[in-house]
């Protein structure tokens, strides 16, 4: 009798031969990148650095397309974009201490927006590690340990012969829902010293299915069949979790109405009939919300942006399928489901039954036009325009990639995405400087769509540097660069609490003529222009910088009593 686990593939003649007689000069290096191309990676981000350099020169053996950004937290971004993009794991190479440590900012938002980056960071020699003080260059006295609150899992290496199951258990734990930013370990010497291991061919390192417990989807569907008031709440789990067809069909057979959170932007067709769009931060939501009796969150922690600053307190009963352990129930008490949003919302379709209510759309027009009246009392039909500008520029399946500017803050509630996994913004850790290295990292997972980044002159600064990275590889990103003279929404922040604003006003330099110094087209426009100007940029091959010089508004805050 055989049993499943009993079987073993067995090698070709030609992969025993391989096996025993492995090319000559090969070094720890090599067996990182056979590991990451015998994963499936095609292409991975970094920046050298001393005690990598066994990594970057096993590169120019192998296959794998390298992508050198100028700083560390760029390239961390960039590979975050990939992983958006491509639900791949995004290899990021880096080295020791400073370059290790510039990373930090990339993977948290890598983290918090469950995109799939696996890093591997190089160490210093095996004879420095021990938490002694060696002298040697770069060295920590724990480098993992500062890696271990950021990421979902640290793989410390420590021989040659534990490079390739390192890797692959961090490439399955990346890829396993939730998605998540995985650290690699690996001293200098373990890189550089030669090897006669067989060349790595192949991993399995498939990711494990989280499915939902059938008897808790089994109660789920009975309270949304019987709600009289059943809403959704749509996530980034959603998107990326690719069912967005599957949360449609839900709705429509429940009559629910959907808010998509701002991490969730393309969950639902924003004109659907049902689609609450994306109206947070606005209190007319947040009542409509709270006055469900059947709460359906999907793939979303309703954290602070989603519960308007946590002032949202639901008064029925709430569902909340969340692949992320550590968010179920940790804002709400619910019927909490542990489960990847596909998978659980098939389960619904399986066992839920349907609803009539042809009211709902007339309740989901009335809000809708309670969010628009209370913009038009704000005098606002000016970032309005600008916003509208740049998404009839756009096309439709190219992606956004948004900083923490205030025309992102409008695109979070008002921007209208298209599809799904097309807009993206730095809003899971609310760092600077994401946009542009994101949008890089998007164009060379899908060279065959243009990509837009958008920045404040604040956030620029903190990436201007990779223009020298989008014309040495000619990426097709078009970077409209909003220029107000200071950190935007700060200043609006610091204004509003205590009368005027400090630190937040900013020298800066002329962006057009910085671009051009970098060999990238650029022109300055006027919100009158912006549409035009937008567009050409991003119908022309390579990288081109949009500059609009402008002071824009926040709508209202709804938050504050």
Do not use: C
């Not at 100028?70 to 992983?83: I, L, P, Q």
């Not at 109206?279 to 308007?308: C, I, K, P, Q, Y």
């Not at 692949?323 to 389960?347: C, T, V, W, Y």
């Not at 097709?476 to 935007?488: A, Q």
């Amino acid at each position: 009798m055989t049993h499943d686990h009993d079987l073993v593939l067995r090698p070709t003649a030609a992969q025993t031969e391989a096996a025993l007689n492995p090319p000559p000069g090969r070094t720890g290096g090599d067996l990182v990148v056979e590991t990451l191309a015998g994963l499936g990676a095609t292409t991975v981000f970094g920046l050298p650095g001393q005690h990598a350099l066994g990594m970057f020169d096993a590169l120019r053996r192998s296959d794998l397309r390298y992508v050198g950004l100028r700083a560390e937290n760029n390239a961390g971004f960039a590979a975050d974009a990939y992983g958006r993009i491509t639900g791949e794991a995004a290899p990021l190479l880096l080295s020791t201490g400073p370059g290790a440590l510039m990373s930090l900012a990339a993977l948290q938002e890598a983290a918090a927006a469950s995109a799939p980056v696996l890093a591997i960071g190089s160490q210093v020699p095996t004879a420095g590690l021990g938490g002694g003080r060696h002298g040697y260059l770069h060295e920590l006295p724990d480098q993992a340990a500062v890696f271990r609150g950021v990421v979902k899992s640290v793989h410390p290496v420590r021989t040659p012969s534990q490079i390739p199951s390192a890797i692959a258990a961090a490439w399955q734990s990346a890829l396993t829902a939730p998605h998540g930013p995985v650290w690699v370990e690996i001293p200098q010497d373990v890189l550089l010293a030669g090897t006669s291991l067989p060349q790595v061919t192949g991993l399995d390192a498939t990711p494990e299915e989280l499915a939902p417990r059938p008897e808790l989807t089994a109660v789920a569907a009975d309270l949304l069949s019987r709600a009289e008031r059943p809403l959704i709440v749509a996530g980034g789990g959603v998107v990326r979790a690719d069912a967005s067809r599957k949360l449609r069909q839900l709705a429509e057979r429940l009559r629910a109405p959907v808010v998509t959170t701002f991490g969730g932007k393309g969950a639902f067709p924003w004109n659907h009939p049902l689609s609450l769009q994306s109206w947070l931060e606005d209190r007319h939501t947040t009542d409509f919300l709270e006055d469900a009796d059947v709460l359906l969150v999907v793939g979303s922690g309703l954290g602070e942006l989603s519960s308007n600053y946590h002032t949202f307190a639901p008064r029925g009963r709430v569902i909340q399928i969340e692949a992320d352990l550590g968010k179920l129930e940790s804002n709400h008490p619910a019927l909490g489901i542990h489960a990847d949003a596909r998978l659980a919302l098939q389960a619904l379709l399986e066992t839920v039954g349907e609803r009539q209510d042809p009211e709902a759309p007339e309740r989901v027009r009335a809000l809708l036009s309670k969010v628009a009246g209370r913009l038009a009392e704000q005098d606002l039909a000016a970032e309005q325009e600008v916003l509208a500008s740049v998404r009839r520029a756009l096309p439709a399946d190219a992606p956004s990639f948004w900083d923490m500017t205030i025309l992102a803050y409008w695109a979070w509630s008002a921007f209208d995405p298209k599809k799904p996994n097309t807009m993206h913004s730095a809003q899971g850790a609310g760092g600077l400087g994401y946009a542009f290295p994101a949008a890089l990292g998007a164009a060379v997972a899908d060279p065959t769509r243009p990509v837009l980044a958008v920045s404040g002159d604040g956030g620029a600064l903190y990436s201007i540097a990779e223009l020298a990275t989008a014309r040495q590889h000619d990426l097709d990103v078009t970077w409209l660069i909003v220029d107000d003279g200071g950190y935007g929404i700060l200043r609006e922040y610091m204004t509003d609490a205590f009368g005027q604003a400090t630190a937040t006003e900013l020298t800066r330099p002329d962006f057009v003529a910085l671009a051009g110094a970098f060999g990238v087209p650029a022109v300055r426009t006027t919100p009158g222009t912006l549409e035009t100007d937008l567009a050409e940029a991003l119908s022309a091959p390579g990288p081109r910088v949009v500059v609009l010089p402008a002071v824009l508004r926040m709508f209202a805050p709804t938050h504050r009593g």
